[in-house]
């Protein structure tokens, strides 16, 4: 009789465990604790795996996936309701429903995984590894201030944030804006969207953005990582990227963006090269950002330099600013939405015309 067919009774020492855990981590662990030679052998008393399974599983990136049956079988050996292990072990959150008729795992190469941190192992007894889930945000160890991610930060381990709280605080804030935003893959595509830009800026901010220049060179000096404003990181442009999801995240902006009408693209070009009238609809966006990133006008001045120069026919078509990528993108998307809503507009003789309801724009 297989591991897996026998009955499965409670484990003597309990193991609580960590948000993010994955269920490889958590399972090598609980085996751990209760000195179980070979903790692979609990791992295949869930369930019927559908491969071999080895200790260096869990060195390697993987995860495993458990049917019903086998989450009742986890349920049993730790004690812990389903409930209770599905709020801190996310990946439970994928049971599968079949096989119906047999308790089974399956293990797979898992992405975007992490060490726990360094500091809150060593709390506890053996310093076992615990790998994670990134959850689709940086992780960030509020206890101790450390950032989790070595990826994000372009060294080979967790950093101390002790002397840059505004990477803190910034984390703070996305989380909340996670919450506000109940889709959050989609809400982590706009803080890729906004790291990419403010990276972009980063590398041209010395001549260009001297106030944000110096803010980063300080902040890297402060983490001691190595990387200034020329060859930029995520995590040293964090705070600054935050500041702008929630700006690409902001559905009324999102609306005015996509919604902004102009006659011609050159027309604009060359009134602004002329230092003529300037304050258009879509310059508003950007002071909008300018404000979000506590800047000067001139940094306003310079993004809209940078849309129009992206937008000219005879640019360089080597040069692929983010910012206007994005904005071209998002208005591409809604082209026949503000076609429609603009003829009908000019066709009415309205003195005003209702926009379209924000939730089009996500």
Same mark, same amino acid.
């Given at each position: 009789?297989?591991?897996?067919?026998?009955?499965?009774?409670?484990?003597?020492?309990?193991?609580?465990?960590?948000?993010?855990?994955?269920?490889?981590?958590?399972?090598?662990?609980?085996?751990?604790?209760?000195?179980?030679?070979?903790?692979?052998?609990?791992?295949?008393?869930?369930?019927?795996?559908?491969?071999?399974?080895?200790?260096?599983?869990?060195?390697?990136?993987?995860?495993?996936?458990?049917?019903?049956?086998?989450?009742?079988?986890?349920?049993?050996?730790?004690?812990?309701?389903?409930?209770?292990l599905r709020a801190a072990l996310t990946n439970l959150h994928r049971i599968?429903?079949?096989?119906?008729?047999?308790?089974?795992?399956?293990?797979?190469?898992?992405?975007?995984?992490?060490?726990?941190?360094?500091?809150?192992?060593?709390?506890?007894?053996?310093?076992?590894?615990? !790998?994670? +889930?990134?959850?689709?945000?940086? *992780? &960030?160890? #509020?206890?101790?201030?450390?950032?989790? $991610?070595? =990826?994000?930060?372009?060294?080979?381990?967790?950093?101390?944030?002790?002397?840059?709280?505004?990477?803190?605080?910034?984390?703070?804030?996305?989380?909340?804006?996670?919450?506000?935003? !109940?889709? +959050?893959?989609?809400?982590?595509? *706009? &803080?890729? #969207?906004?790291?990419?830009?403010?990276? $972009?800026? =980063?590398?041209?901010?010395?001549?260009?953005?001297?106030?944000?220049?110096?803010?980063?060179?300080?902040?890297?000096?402060?983490?001691?990582?190595?990387?200034?404003?020329?060859?930029?990181?995520?995590?040293?442009?964090?705070?600054?990227?935050?500041?702008?999801?929630?700006?690409?995240?902001?559905?009324?902006?999102?609306?005015?963006?996509?919604?902004?009408?102009?006659?011609?693209?050159?027309?604009?070009?060359?009134?602004?090269?002329?230092?003529?009238?300037?304050?258009?609809?879509?310059?508003?966006?950007?002071?909008?950002?300018?404000?979000?990133?506590?800047?000067?006008?001139?940094?306003?001045?310079?993004?809209?330099?940078?849309?129009?120069?992206?937008?000219?026919?005879?640019?360089?078509?080597?040069?692929?600013?983010?910012?206007?990528?994005?904005?071209?993108?998002?208005?591409?998307?809604?082209?026949?939405?503000?076609?429609?809503?603009?003829?009908?507009?000019?066709?009415?003789?309205?003195?005003?015309?209702?926009?379209?309801?924000?939730?089009?724009?996500?």
């Amino acid at each position: 009789m297989k591991l897996w067919q026998m009955p499965v009774h409670q484990l003597p020492i309990r193991v609580r465990p960590v948000l993010g855990e994955t269920v490889l981590s958590y399972v090598f662990r609980l085996a751990h604790a209760n000195d179980l030679d070979r903790p692979t052998l609990l791992l295949r008393a869930l369930g019927r795996p559908n491969a071999a399974v080895t200790r260096f599983a869990l060195d390697r990136d993987y995860e495993v996936s458990l049917n019903e049956l086998a989450l009742r079988r986890l349920e049993t050996v730790t004690g812990r309701s389903s409930e209770q292990l599905r709020a801190a072990l996310t990946n439970l959150h994928r049971i599968s429903a079949t096989p119906e008729d047999n308790p089974t795992i399956w293990l797979y190469k898992g992405h975007d995984l992490l060490n726990h941190c360094d500091h809150c192992v060593a709390r506890i007894p053996g310093k076992p590894t615990i !790998r994670v +889930h990134r959850l689709l945000f940086p *992780q &960030l160890c #509020q206890r101790h201030r450390r950032w989790l $991610d070595p =990826a994000t930060a372009g060294i080979p381990r967790q950093v101390n944030l002790s002397n840059t709280p505004e990477i803190v605080t910034a984390h703070r804030r996305y989380s909340q804006l996670r919450a506000a935003n !109940r889709d +959050h893959h989609w809400t982590h595509i *706009q &803080l890729r #969207q906004a790291t990419w830009i403010a990276m $972009d800026w =980063a590398r041209h901010s010395k001549y260009r953005a001297r106030p944000l220049h110096d803010r980063w060179q300080t902040r890297a000096d402060a983490l001691g990582i190595g990387h200034g404003p020329y060859n930029p990181t995520p995590l040293l442009v964090f705070p600054e990227a935050v500041a702008l999801a929630e700006v690409l995240s902001d559905l009324n902006w999102r609306r005015h963006v996509a919604m902004v009408h102009r006659d011609s693209d050159m027309d604009r070009f060359f009134r602004h090269v002329a230092m003529v009238h300037r304050d258009s609809d879509m310059d508003r966006f950007f002071r909008h950002v300018a404000q979000r990133m506590n800047q000067p006008a001139t940094f306003a001045d310079w993004l809209t330099s940078a849309y129009l120069l992206h937008n000219s026919p005879n640019r360089n078509h080597r040069i692929r600013r983010p910012l206007p990528g994005w904005i071209n993108q998002l208005r591409h998307k809604h082209l026949e939405l503000r076609t429609e809503f603009w003829q009908q507009h000019f066709a009415s003789h309205a003195t005003s015309t209702p926009f379209p309801e924000i939730r089009h724009f996500k």
